[in-house]
């Protein structure tokens, strides 16, 4: 392994990607600098599942940061030499505007770009985007296949209405995606963009996933989600972290960078669900039939893979890990 790496930062720390990365760079030897939001003060933010992590008490530090408050990244950053910025707004209560929730999401991570370059010490900066910056996009033709050439079109997400906080999470990931890769443009900092699909497999954080809630949805029996299923896209939480670190050190990572292993249909996922776990009730073929929704086009990985990147996972771990992990938390 060799001498100590780092410093890096890692933003959002206590998200389901951030404290897998945050494990991961610390197996690698990484010194690890991590923020996390200030606790309300009637409930103080337990992180112990941070803190014991193996090599955290030698070599992770917790800061508090807040996107709301783009100052507060300076310290953390300051001195590191790459740093991932993962953390995202969302309002999960649909108490704010799209408009808001994607202000606080640029300004943030304009203040962590910002952070980077007071720093001078900075050597990259990966950003963790998002499927939903690609995959949206109505222009009358059929694409079955995205590469990094794609954006979601936000006039599109606008017009269509997406009801609830995905909608506010689909713009504010696109919009802060350009905004970040603009930054960089303009002022000659080092920024690459990591594009996960959905993210499913084992959590080491305590609050259920959203991504992987949505994967789970034959298991839980929750019909609201069985139309994102159309056709999914997805990759395992491990193969998200191990990807943010080898584009940290591949010397030639340059722009966009798509994370995606597989791809599974609605009624492949039925077949594979019920034939892999009989003790759930997997809705069956003939009662999908009536699911509708938007088909999301496969995501290409293409460009990942050309440059040296070999996934570890397919989808039997992915949802043997999700699943094993969802009991001993007590969600199944």
């Known amino acids: 392994m060799g001498g100590e790496k780092g410093p890096v930062c890692v933003t959002g720390g206590t998200g389901f ?11 690698r030897g990484y010194s690890v600098r991590t923020t996390v939001r200030s606790a309300s003060s009637e409930q103080k933010k337990d992180v112990s599942f941070l803190t014991s992590l193996p090599g955290a008490s030698e070599r992770l530090q917790i800061f508090n940061a807040d996107l709301s408050d783009p100052q507060s990244f300076n310290a953390p950053i300051e001195g590191c030499t790459g740093v ?25 991570a304009l203040g962590v770009l910002q952070a980077c370059l007071n720093s001078k010490t900075v050597k990259r900066v990966v950003y963790t985007s998002s499927g939903a910056a690609v995959v949206l996009n109505s222009n009358g033709q ?13 006039d599109f997400l606008k017009a269509s209405n997406p009801s609830g906080h995905s909608g506010s999470y689909m713009i504010s990931k696109t919009s802060t995606e350009r905004a970040s890769l603009e930054f960089a443009e303009k002022h000659g ?12 497999g084992p959590f080491i954080c305590p609050k259920f996933p959203s991504s992987v ?50 791809v599974v249909t609605i009624e492949q996922m039925s077949q594979f669900l019920s034939a892999r776990y009989p003790q759930f009730q997997i809705p069956t073929l ?8 938007y088909k999301i086009p496969t995501l290409s990985t293409k460009k990942l893979l050309d440059s040296g990147f070999k996934y570890k ?16 938390k007590g969600y199944l």
């Open 17 to 27: 990607i951030g404290s897998w990365l945050i494990m991961r760079l610390l197996d």
């Open 189 to 200: 900092l080092d920024v690459v963009t990591l594009i996960p699909s959905f993210v499913v």
């Open 313 to 328: 996972y397919g989808i039997n771990e992915m949802f043997d890990e999700a699943i094993q992990c969802c009991k001993e």
């Open 84 to 108: 991932f910025h993962v953390a995202t707004p969302v309002d999960f209560e649909g108490k704010e505007t799209e408009e808001i929730v994607t202000k606080r999401a640029i300004d943030g």
């Open 286 to 293: 003939k009662s999908l039939k009536e699911i509708r929704g």
């Open 142 to 154: 059929k694409i079955d296949e995205m590469d990094e050439s794609y954006w979601s079109n936000i």
């Open 213 to 262: 809630r949505t994967m789970l949805a034959m298991v839980l029996g929750d019909k609201d989600q069985y139309s994102l299923l159309l056709n999914t896209s997805l990759v395992h939480v491990d193969d998200v972290a191990r990807a943010h670190i080898f584009l940290l050190e591949c010397p030639t990572a340059k722009g966009r960078y798509i994370c995606s292993s597989d």
